[in-house]
Nanobody, 127 residues
Framework: QVQLVESGGGLVQAGGSLRLSCAAS????????MGWFRQAPGKEREFVAG????????IYAASVKGRFSISRDDAKNTVYLEMNSLKPEDTAVYYC????????????????????WGQGTQVTVSS
């Protein structure tokens, strides 16, 4: 398994932007599909965005499509989540996760597909 560490969270006003990073340990990062999930207080963890091995396929939750962008840099063992036009309802703890069993070019949008998780980073959007 890879070890994942998120960073970049914080407090931002509505309409603002943040960029989350997730650094992975290990030499096989390129062999994982990666995903971002979030969990707001009192709510279940939900899928936000995913990127396939190789980076050729990305998928997004409907609630963030057009505002968020996921990318990866395999040379740096890092996956990013660029978040623009943030809304108060985006407030949550954001987690990155790694899926080692995804078929090349495929990204999965459900939590049970991912076996490695980071500790999370808090994003708070004020109105």
């Amino acid at each position: 398994q890879v070890q994942l560490v998120e960073s970049g969270g914080g407090l931002v006003q509505a309409g603002g932007s943040l960029r989350l990073s997730c650094a992975a340990s290990g030499r096989t990062f390129s062999g994982y599909a990666m995903g971002w999930f979030r969990q707001a207080p009192g709510k279940e963890r939900e899928f936000v965005a995913g990127i396939s091995r190789g980076g050729g396929n990305t998928i997004y939750a409907a609630s963030v499509k057009g505002r968020f962008s996921i990318s990866r840099d395999d040379a740096k063992n890092t996956v990013y989540l660029e978040m623009n036009s943030l809304k108060p309802e985006d407030t949550a703890v954001y987690y990155c996760a790694a899926d080692r069993n995804a078929v090349y070019g495929i990204t999965r949008n459900y939590a049970r597909a991912y076996e490695s998780w980071g500790q999370g980073t808090q994003v708070t959007v004020s109105s």
